[in-house]
C-alpha cells in the first residue's frame, strides 16, 4: 500500500514522475509527509510546476534520490518502469507506483493465467444481471489495435510522413506530449493536439485539420474487434439493457461511430465520448454517465485499472475489469519475450502477436488457465508468421540487391514462399519451379561419383527400396551388374525431359536465384546442370556447409551453420518445413513431355486441410505486416522471430488435426510424428 510505502521512505530524497493534476492531488495529500527534491518527467527536465523543480533524471543522484513513486495509470506506469528501470537498478533507486507496487519487481515468464486474478464470462453474466444500464470502455476492451501500444501509431505516422519528404523533428515525442499537456486541463480534440504540435515543433506546410485526418484514417485501420466482448455487448442489448459506450478519446462521436459500424457494434443507446463533454473518466465523465441514468443501476466494463475501475467506483457505479492484451502479455511475463522488442517493427509484430492470441480476454474458465491455440491458422499467424516474413524479405531484399532478376522456387518448400513474393509485388521475375531432391538428382546423374555421393547418404530402407526410391528404378528390370548403367541412362532421358519442361516456363537466360528452404544443396547442385546460367541459392538454413565446400556451390543463407549453437531455430525448423508445403505429392521425376510425375499421395485430406489452414494464417500475418509496417521501416529480428516460433513447444495447442500430422522425409524413408517434433 501507498501509506506504507510514504511511512517507508518519509526520511529520505525521493522524486515523482508525473506532472499531471494526479501529481498535484497527491503533493496536497502527502507533500508534508515527504522529502520531495524533484518532479520528472518524460518530456521536460527543467523548469518547475506544483512549486518543484522539474529535474532531469541523471540528477537524481547527486541529490541522493532513494525512491521513484510514478504517478501515471498502470499502463504508462509498465512503460516508464522499461524506461528508466535499469537506471533505477544500477543506482539502487526503489521504484513503485502510487498505489505502492514494485515498477522493478518483473513478472516471472510463464504460459497459464493461474497467479492472475481474473474474471470469467460466467462473472460478468452474473454482474450484469442486476445491472438496468452497461457501458462499455471503447479501446482496448471492445476494440483494440494490431500494434502493442497506442503511441506506436504516431511512429508508423512519423514514418509515413518522412517516406513522402515531411519532416517534424521528434515528430512522436511532441505528439505524445501534446496530447498530455492539453489533457491537464480537459480531454482535447485531435485537432486540438495537432494544433498544439505544430506550435511546439516549429511547424511545417500540413495543417493541424490534414494531421488529425492521417492520423485517424491510420488509426482506423488497425483497429480490430474483440470479438468475445462484441459477442456480450449483443447480448447484453438484446436483453433490452440499456447499453451505452463510456470512451476517453480525442475523436469525435461520428468517428467513434465509424469505428463502431465497422467492427460490427450495434445496439448501444448512446455514446459519451470525453472530448465532447469536456471531462474525462477520471475526472467527471462517470458523474454524466450517472446523471443520464438517475436511479438506474449502472454496471460499467473496460480494462483500464484507475480509470475504468477505481473511477467508477468512486461515481457509486459497479465495475468490471476486461483485461487488455498488453495487460495479459505482462501478466505471463512478456512469455520470455520483451527483452526481444526493440524497434518499431519489433512492436508492430508484438501487435499482430497480441491482437491475435489476446483477442479473446476471457481466460479465466478452465480450471488449467492454460495460454493456447485452437487452429492451425493460428500457429501459422502467430509462431511461423513473423520468422517466415523476416525470411522472405530479407530474400527479396538480397536478391533484388545483387542483380537477380529470375528466381525459381523449388517444390514443395517454394509453394508458400512464392506466393508470398506475389504479395510482395517484386519486380523479380519469379517461377515455382517442379522439382525435388529425388527428381534433381535422377536428372543430375552423369558419373560414377554422382552415384557415390547419392550412396553415401543413408537411406532407412533396404538396396532394393534405395534404388526404387531414389533412382525410379525397379530391381526387376536391372541385374546389379546393370545397375550403375541403368542410373546413367535414366539420367540422360530425365535430362531430356527437363528440358522441355524448362522451355515450357519461358526461363530468361540471366542469372538464377533459387529457393530451397533447409538444404545441403544437393538439388541445387544437380538442377544447376539443367542451366548455362549460374545459379545461386538463398536458402532459410544451410546444412552442414562444410560437406558441400568442393562441389562449386553459391549458396547464401538467412542461418549460417555455425550460429546453431547460438540460435534456437536449429530446434524448430522442423515446425517451419512441416508447415511450408504444396497440396500435391512429391514429384519424383519428368515424364517425356516435360509434365512433372508425382509419387502417390501419403496425406489425408484432412492434413491437406491443415497444411492449408496454417499457411492462410502466415499469408494473413505477412499482409497483416506489409500494409500496417512501412518498407522503410522494416526490420529483420531473428532472435525475436526465434521467441516467438519457439513459443510453439509451450503453449497449448487445441487443434487436434495439427497434433495428427507427420513430417516426412520420403528421400531418406523417415517419417515422424509432429508431436515428437514440438515436444
Given at each position: 500500500m501507498i501509506e506504507e510505502l510514504i511511512y517507508k521512505y518519509s526520511s529520505q530524497n525521493i522524486s515523482l514522475y508525473g506532472l499531471g493534476t494526479e501529481t498535484e492531488r497527491f503533493l496536497n495529500e502527502n507533500a508534508n509527509k515527504l522529502s520531495i527534491v524533484g518532479l520528472l518527467d518524460g518530456f521536460k527536465s527543467s523548469g518547475e510546476i506544483y512549486g518543484y523543480p522539474i529535474i532531469p533524471l541523471s540528477e537524481t543522484l547527486a541529490k541522493g534520490v532513494k525512491l521513484i513513486i510514478v504517478i501515471a495509470r498502470p499502463g504508462s506506469c509498465k512503460a516508464i518502469a522499461k524506461r528508466i528501470g535499469n537506471f533505477c537498478r544500477e543506482n539502487d533507486i526503489a521504484l513503485f507506483d502510487v498505489r505502492g507496487r514494485d515498477l522493478l519487481d518483473t513478472a516471472a515468464v510463464t504460459f497459464d493465467f493461474k497467479n492472475v486474478s481474473g474474471a470469467s464470462r460466467e462473472d460478468l453474466i452474473k454482474m450484469a444481471s442486476d445491472a438496468e444500464v452497461i457501458s462499455f470502455d471503447l479501446f482496448d476492451t471492445l476494440v483494440m489495435r494490431k500494434t502493442k501500444s497506442y503511441t506506436d501509431v504516431f511512429d508508423l505516422l512519423d514514418i509515413k510522413l518522412r517516406d513522402e519528404g515531411i519532416s517534424i523533428?521528434?515528430?512522436?515525442?511532441?505528439?505524445?506530449?501534446?496530447?498530455?499537456?492539453?489533457?491537464?486541463?480537459?480531454?482535447?480534440?485531435?485537432?486540438?493536439?495537432?494544433?498544439?504540435?505544430?506550435?511546439?515543433?516549429?511547424?511545417?506546410?500540413?495543417?493541424a485539420e490534414e494531421l488529425a485526418r492521417r492520423e485517424w484514417e491510420l488509426d482506423f485501420s488497425l483497429l480490430v474487434?474483440?470479438?468475445?466482448?462484441?459477442?456480450?455487448?449483443?447480448?447484453?442489448?438484446?436483453?433490452?439493457?440499456?447499453?451505452?459506450?463510456?470512451?476517453?478519446?480525442?475523436?469525435?462521436?461520428?468517428?467513434?461511430?465509424?469505428?463502431?459500424?465497422?467492427?460490427?457494434?450495434?445496439?448501444?443507446?448512446?455514446?459519451?465520448?470525453?472530448?465532447?463533454?469536456?471531462?474525462?473518466?477520471?475526472?467527471?465523465?462517470?458523474?454524466?454517465?450517472?446523471?443520464k441514468y438517475i436511479g438506474k443501476r449502472i454496471l460499467h466494463i473496460g480494462d483500464d485499472e484507475f480509470a475504468d475501475i477505481e473511477k467508477a467506483k468512486s461515481h457509486g457505479i459497479d465495475a468490471f475489469r476486461i483485461y487488455s492484451a498488453i495487460d495479459l502479455f505482462d501478466a505471463l511475463g512478456g512469455l520470455g519475450a520483451e527483452e526481444e522488442i526493440i524497434s518499431l517493427s519489433d512492436r508492430v509484430k508484438m501487435g499482430l502477436f497480441q491482437a491475435r492470441i489476446f483477442n479473446d480476454p476471457f481466460w479465466f474458465e478452465d480450471e488449467d488457465q492454460r495460454l493456447s491455440v485452437k487452429d492451425a491458422s493460428d500457429i501459422g499467424y502467430l509462431f511461423c508468421g513473423p520468422m517466415i516474413s523476416d525470411f522472405t524479405l530479407w530474400m527479396n531484399d538480397s536478391i533484388e540487391r545483387q542483380g537477380y532478376d529470375q528466381a525459381l522456387f523449388g517444390a514443395r518448400d517454394g509453394y508458400l514462399i512464392e506466393k508470398l513474393f506475389q504479395m510482395l509485388r517484386t519486380s523479380t521475375s519469379h517461377y515455382y519451379f517442379h522439382t525435388s531432391r529425388t527428381a534433381a538428382i535422377r536428372a543430375g546423374m552423369e558419373s560414377q561419383d554422382d552415384i557415390d555421393y547419392v550412396d553415401s547418404m543413408k537411406f532407412f530402407g533396404s538396396p532394393e527400396e534405395t534404388l526404387k526410391v531414389r533412382f525410379g528404378i525397379d530391381v526387376n528390370d536391372v541385374n546389379s551388374?546393370?545397375?550403375?548403367?541403368?542410373?546413367?541412362?535414366?539420367?540422360?532421358?530425365?535430362?531430356?525431359?527437363?528440358?522441355?519442361?524448362?522451355?515450357?516456363?519461358?526461363?530468361?537466360?540471366?542469372?538464377?536465384?533459387?529457393?530451397?528452404?533447409?538444404?545441403?544443396?544437393?538439388?541445387?547442385?544437380?538442377?544447376?546442370?539443367?542451366?548455362?546460367?549460374?545459379?545461386?541459392?538463398?536458402?532459410?538454413?544451410?546444412?552442414?556447409?562444410?560437406?558441400?565446400?568442393?562441389?562449386?556451390?553459391?549458396?547464401?543463407?538467412?542461418?549460417?551453420?555455425?550460429?546453431?549453437?547460438?540460435?534456437?531455430?536449429?530446434?524448430?525448423?522442423?515446425?517451419?518445413?512441416?508447415?511450408?508445403?504444396?497440396?500435391?505429392?512429391?514429384?519424383?521425376?519428368?515424364?517425356d513431355e516435360g509434365n512433372p510425375i508425382y509419387v502417390k499421395e501419403t496425406?489425408?485430406?484432412?492434413?491437406?486441410?491443415?497444411?492449408?489452414?496454417?499457411?492462410?494464417?502466415?499469408?494473413?500475418?505477412?499482409?497483416?505486416?506489409?500494409?500496417?509496417?512501412?518498407?522503410?521501416?522494416?526490420?529483420?529480428?531473428?532472435?525475436?522471430?526465434?521467441?516467438?516460433?519457439?513459443?510453439?513447444n509451450k503453449v497449448q495447442i487445441l487443434d487436434e488435426d495439427f497434433l495428427a500430422l507427420k513430417v516426412e522425409d520420403p528421400f531418406f524413408g523417415r517419417m515422424t510424428d509432429i508431436k515428437d517434433v514440438i515436444g
Open positions: 523533428p521528434d515528430f512522436a515525442k511532441h505528439r505524445l506530449f501534446s496530447e498530455k499537456e492539453l489533457s491537464k486541463d480537459k480531454p482535447p480534440r485531435l485537432e486540438q493536439i495537432y494544433d498544439h504540435v505544430l506550435k511546439s515543433s516549429g511547424g511545417c506546410f500540413f495543417s474487434v474483440r470479438e468475445a466482448v462484441r459477442e456480450m455487448f449483443g447480448s447484453f442489448a438484446s436483453m433490452g439493457k440499456k447499453v451505452v459506450i463510456t470512451t476517453d478519446t480525442y475523436y469525435s462521436k461520428d468517428q467513434i461511430i465509424q469505428i463502431l459500424d465497422r467492427n460490427g457494434i450495434s445496439g448501444y443507446e448512446d455514446i459519451l465520448v470525453s472530448c465532447e463533454y469536456g471531462t474525462a473518466k477520471t475526472q467527471e465523465l462517470f458523474s454524466v454517465l450517472s446523471d551388374i546393370d545397375r550403375n548403367s541403368a542410373i546413367l541412362e535414366k539420367g540422360k532421358q530425365q535430362r531430356k525431359n527437363y528440358h522441355k519442361y524448362i522451355d515450357k516456363l519461358g526461363i530468361g537466360s540471366g542469372n538464377l536465384a533459387f529457393f530451397d528452404f533447409v538444404a545441403k544443396g544437393t538439388t541445387q547442385m544437380y538442377l544447376q546442370r539443367l542451366f548455362s546460367q549460374h545459379m545461386k541459392g538463398f536458402y532459410f538454413l544451410q546444412l552442414e556447409p562444410e560437406f558441400m565446400a568442393d562441389k562449386d556451390l553459391d549458396i547464401e543463407a538467412f542461418y549460417a551453420d555455425e550460429g546453431k549453437d547460438s540460435s534456437a531455430i536449429f530446434d524448430n525448423y522442423y515446425i517451419l518445413e512441416t508447415i511450408l508445403t504444396a497440396p500435391y505429392p512429391q514429384m519424383e521425376e519428368m515424364d496425406r489425408s485430406d484432412r492434413d491437406l486441410k491443415v497444411f492449408d489452414r496454417a499457411q492462410r494464417g502466415i499469408m494473413e500475418y505477412f499482409g497483416d505486416f506489409l500494409r500496417i509496417l512501412p518498407e522503410s521501416a522494416r526490420k529483420e529480428n531473428k532472435k525475436l522471430d526465434e521467441k516467438l516460433l519457439a513459443l510453439v
